[in-house]
């Protein structure tokens, strides 16, 4: 099963559904009118924990089934609201009816006993108790309320939409909840209707309104914080190990790709070299030696799984766009932009440390002195305070063809050499695999995490960047390199 398939019966909006306004592409529910937020995890899954625990213990149509049933019967005592502070609120004799019909059989009695390990924080826990009349199990039951939070934590997961799928039936059949004709049928009918991917998520949708409709005595209630609380204080951390995946190339296999292109890129430079500057000479093999380097500072290191690992790959999608790009335009000006862009920004780079008096330790003020005055004294260099092709790296991928690859390999790397959130939660957080803990963010461990390496995709960016070399001088012979003597153009 690839990466993808996991995610294929999901619903989200694709990217492009999505408005922009200026810089902002707009959540796709953000414009939704009266629209109260609510979340199935922490204000609706504790409610409806009754409900799904008998949902685990059933499979869908022995659940639609019984509970269908239940509904009528509700509907039929006046009760719309079955969540347990819903329950809670029903006149007197209307809880005992419910809480004792609920717990009528030895199944359903055993399958709501994980109910009592929350004790006097469950709503009409003294009616809970006496009803199912069993002594707790605390091993057996938090376990198996753990696999049932496990199934309905997703709130698209087929368990938590049937569980949803209960809670609406008591509002639609006792007249509280209007919905079109043929949405209702298809809700009542449930789960025996034409295309279940429509019908689901209008249940869903239909449930989030159960709120509005409640208005005053809609979740969120105290018993969803005791319960998460609960939880999490009274079960352990699950961390989970990492796995690795194994290279199909050995540390030697790199070493020797990395020493043969170093040579080809040293022999195409020692026979088109001149006297005066060759601009593009220059920027194509130092982009490919460039390239080389970085992935042998890679291969022996643990980078290649971490957050080094993924600046390095950003930047070598940033040589592959560019170098691509320039090759495309192929104007002696285009080229000369890229070179004389770089020496500018050691020039203010190294002006600015003279004004300041004060640099890093890893900074060389005498290299950034050489490079601002290699190709002309400074003094004469302007200082372009833009893009070096007045444009960015998005439009330079698109005019080379390379949009696709700007989406694949820069974008995610990007947020590892900008220090976002989303590359901060991603290595040094690891979720809780308890899910009564809501998979709450653990610090991750010092062992190595189960991120794969970016050494492959490294090569194969390397290799990119070089084709785009060799193609410019593809006259040169290049099987020249195994004999001795020395080398010619052709």
Same mark, same amino acid.
């Given at each position: 099963?690839?990466?993808? !398939? ?30 109260? %937020? ?9 409610? /409806? ?25 509700? &509907?039929?005592?006046?009760?719309? !609201? ?6 809670? +609120?029903?006149?007197? *004799? ?88 043929? /949405? ?5 009918? #449930? ?10 998520? =209008? ?15 809609? =979740?969120?209630?105290?018993?969803? !914080? ?26 030697? *296999? ?6 043969? @292109? ?19 000479? *220059? ?29 390095? &790959? ?12 320039? %090759? ?19 020039? +203010?780079?190294?002006? +600015? ?28 260099? *302007?200082? %372009? ?59 991750? =461990?010092?062992?190595? %995490? ?7 995709? &490294? ?7 070089? &084709?785009?070399? #060799?193609?410019? #001088? =593809? ?7 195994? @004999? ?5 153009? +052709?």
């Amino acid at each position: 099963m690839s990466s993808f !398939d996991r995610f294929k019966d999901l619903n989200f909006t694709p990217l492009d559904r999505y408005k922009r306004q200026g810089k902002v592409l707009r959540g796709a529910f953000a414009d939704l009118p009266n629209m109260r %937020n609510r979340s199935w995890l922490n204000q609706a899954l504790p409610e /409806m924990i009754w409900v799904a625990l008998i949902r685990n213990q059933l499979d869908l149509y022995a659940f639609t089934d019984a509970f269908r049933s239940v509904a009528y019967n509700f &509907a039929r005592h006046g009760i719309t !609201d079955a969540t347990l502070t819903g329950i809670s +609120k029903l006149p007197g *004799d209307k809880i005992a009816v419910a809480i004792y019909a609920l717990t009528s059989s030895a199944f359903l009695r055993k399958t709501l006993r994980p109910l009592l390990l929350f004790g006097e924080y469950l709503p009409d826990f003294k009616l809970w108790s006496g009803a199912i009349d069993i002594p707790v199990d605390y091993q057996e039951d938090a376990a198996i309320l753990a696999e049932t939070v496990a199934k309905t934590i997703n709130h698209q997961s087929q368990e938590s939409t049937d569980c949803r799928w209960f809670r609406v039936m008591p509002l639609i059949l006792g007249n509280k909840m209007y919905l079109p004709s043929e /949405m209702a049928e298809e809700i009542l009918s #449930y789960p025996n209707v034409p295309d279940m991917r429509k019908t689901r998520p =209008s249940i869903r949708a239909t449930e989030i309104a159960c709120d509005n409709l409640l208005g005053e005595n809609a =979740s969120p209630s105290q018993w969803c !914080d005791d319960f998460w609380t609960i939880n999490l204080e009274s079960t352990s951390c699950l961390v989970p190990r990492p796995s690795q995946e194994e290279d199909k190339y050995s540390p030697e *296999d790199y070493e020797d790709f990395i020493t043969h @292109q170093r040579k080809k890129l040293a022999y195409i430079r020692q026979v088109y070299e001149e006297h005066l500057p060759n601009i593009k000479l *220059d920027v194509l093999t130092g982009a490919g030696l460039f390239a080389l380097k970085i992935l042998e500072e890679l291969k022996d290191s643990p980078a290649t799984s971490g957050i080094l690992g993924r600046s390095a &790959a950003r930047t070598l999608t940033e040589l592959v766009i560019n170098i691509t790009y320039l %090759n495309k335009r192929n104007e002696v000006e285009v080229w000369n932009n890229f070179y004389f862009h770089g020496q500018g920004e050691a020039k +203010k780079i190294f002006l +600015k440390y003279m004004r300041q008096h004060e640099k890093p330790a890893f900074i060389e003020l005498a290299d950034i002195w050489v490079i601002a005055n290699e190709a002309r004294y400074m003094d004469f260099l *302007d200082i %372009n305070l833009g893009d070096w092709d007045d444009a960015n790296l998005r439009s330079r991928a698109i005019e080379a063809g390379l949009k696709n690859f700007y989406d694949t390999y820069y974008d995610w790397p990007s947020n590892y050499t900008h220090g976002t959130w989303a590359a901060i939660r991603r290595e040094v957080y690891t979720p809780c695999q308890n899910p009564l803990h809501k998979f709450h963010l653990l610090p991750a =461990s010092n062992e190595p %995490n189960d991120y794969g390496s970016v050494m492959s995709d &490294a090569l194969y960016l390397t290799k990119f960047i070089l &084709a785009n070399v #060799y193609k410019v #001088y =593809s006259d040169f012979e290049f099987h020249k390199l195994l @004999q001795a003597g020395p080398v010619t153009a +052709k």
